[in-house]
């Protein structure tokens, strides 16, 4: 097997998904320092404007890896990733796992392909009599919104996989105590800089008043990333007098509900729902930003794309502050307790960024920093995951 061509397996663009982004930003430089073939995800057509994609070598989704190719395959917990997991277990690969929770995963392919029966030989194969039990109660209706936090089921998957790929050390340590024996290796996140933009043209566009602090929430909008606890953040910021105006950046299930809070909470003047943001959108809102928000709780493990798009801005982060996020530099990344104890956190860091100008020039400075030193750069982040690749394949061999 040589490392030095790489069959990928991923979401690609025009898909709305964070991997999808991510492949976008690594691909051309992985294709540069490799031969790399590209799977062609189930109904997928090739994008108007990504040169990129038409100028590598594309296969079916079920067609066998060339000879010679070691095969990365990149797990989400989401239904985009399906096609992916079916593909591992027919071929296995080396898994680049983006989430070391995949229980959503496994919920979905189960109700995808109706056997349950085998969701629940897995479930218990991963977790025991409890797993079973687990399987048996959301047959019968019944789950509780943490199950799937609790019950990761991971090595699901991975016991598949000929080694795998992970971004942060609580990914590694997570892989290596339910998958004894399996290779892993850490690489960094690919996040790029964002485009550039205009930061009082798009403040003003974003009306966000003189003096005023702006916050930015972004990704796909879903209960676990902390909106209600933004929300009464806001209201309390409010109720202080912080002149303080909100941005929120993606779609998702919360987006309809999220509105009508805001409506209710009498705080549409400070409020902007964006919705989907293009690049260049993108680069602009980020550009405008003061403070990015990650209050993510619970969390499948993933490392936060949306945090690292805020330090490459120059943007500080709140993030809820356990697991994977405590990885993020507490100079760039402010910990606010998980969940609504948050509220109160994330008031004491506006009110500290809004009446300390130094504060806030030393956090841009530091953000950029946490981004840069951190290999995020999508050409430093493929050089690391082809050397990964080499080191994992010749350990498997």
Request: aromatic content about 6%.
């Given at each position: ?114 056997d349950w029966v085998r969701f629940s030989d897995e479930l218990s194969q991963a977790h025991g009599d409890a797993g079973r039990a687990l399987a048996t109660a959301r047959q019968l209706g019944y789950t509780g919104t943490l199950d799937p936090f609790l019950f990761p089921a991971r090595q699901v998957y991975l016991r598949h996989a000929s080694a795998a ?69 806001l209201a309390a910021m409010d109720e202080l007098g912080l002149p303080v105006r909100l941005a929120v950046v993606g779609e998702g299930s919360e987006a309809a509900a999220f509105e009508a809070a805001v409506a209710a ?133």
């Amino acid at each position: 097997m040589s490392a030095t061509n790489i069959l990928w397996g991923s979401p690609l663009p025009p898909t709305r998904s964070g991997i999808a982004d991510y492949a976008a930003e690594l691909l051309p430089h992985l294709a540069r320092e490799a031969e790399v073939t590209v799977l062609e995800p189930p109904g997928w057509e090739l994008p108007a404007g990504a040169p990129w994609i038409d100028a590598l070598r594309r296969l079916p989704p079920d067609a066998p890896a060339p000879t010679g190719s070691a095969t990365l395959l990149h797990l989400g917990n989401n239904p985009y990733h399906l096609w992916v997991a079916r593909r591992l277990r027919r071929f296995g690969g080396i898994v680049v796992l983006h989430d070391s929770v995949l229980h959503h995963l496994l919920v979905e392919e189960a109700a995808e392909d109706g056997d349950w029966v085998r969701f629940s030989d897995e479930l218990s194969q991963a977790h025991g009599d409890a797993g079973r039990a687990l399987a048996t109660a959301r047959q019968l209706g019944y789950t509780g919104t943490l199950d799937p936090f609790l019950f990761p089921a991971r090595q699901v998957y991975l016991r598949h996989a000929s080694a795998a790929i992970v971004h942060t050390v609580r990914a590694e340590r997570d892989v290596a105590a339910s998958c004894p024996g399996l290779p892993v290796c850490r690489v960094p996140l690919a996040v790029a800089e964002p485009a550039p933009g205009d930061r009082p043209a798009w403040r003003e566009r974003l009306r966000v008043l003189p003096g005023e602090l702006l916050l930015v929430h972004l990704g796909f909008l879903t209960p676990a990333k902390g909106l209600a606890v933004v929300l009464r953040a806001l209201a309390a910021m409010d109720e202080l007098g912080l002149p303080v105006r909100l941005a929120v950046v993606g779609e998702g299930s919360e987006a309809a509900a999220f509105e009508a809070a805001v409506a209710a909470a009498g705080l549409r003047d400070r409020v902007v729902v964006w919705g989907f943001a293009t690049a260049a959108d993108l680069g602009g809102i980020l550009a405008a930003a003061d403070l990015g928000l990650v209050p993510r709780y619970p969390t499948a493990g993933e490392t936060s794309a949306a945090a690292l798009r805020f330090l490459a801005a120059g943007t500080p982060v709140a993030v809820a502050g356990y697991r994977q996020f405590l990885e993020l530099s507490p100079d760039a990344a402010f910990r606010i307790a998980p969940g609504r104890a948050g509220v109160a956190d994330l008031v004491r860091v506006a009110g500290q960024l809004l009446t300390d100008e130094s504060a806030r020039s030393k956090t841009r400075s530091d953000a950029r920093r946490a981004w840069e030193e951190g290999g995020h750069a999508p050409g430093k982040a493929a050089r690391a995951l082809l050397e990964a690749v080499r080191g994992l394949s010749r350990d498997v061999a």
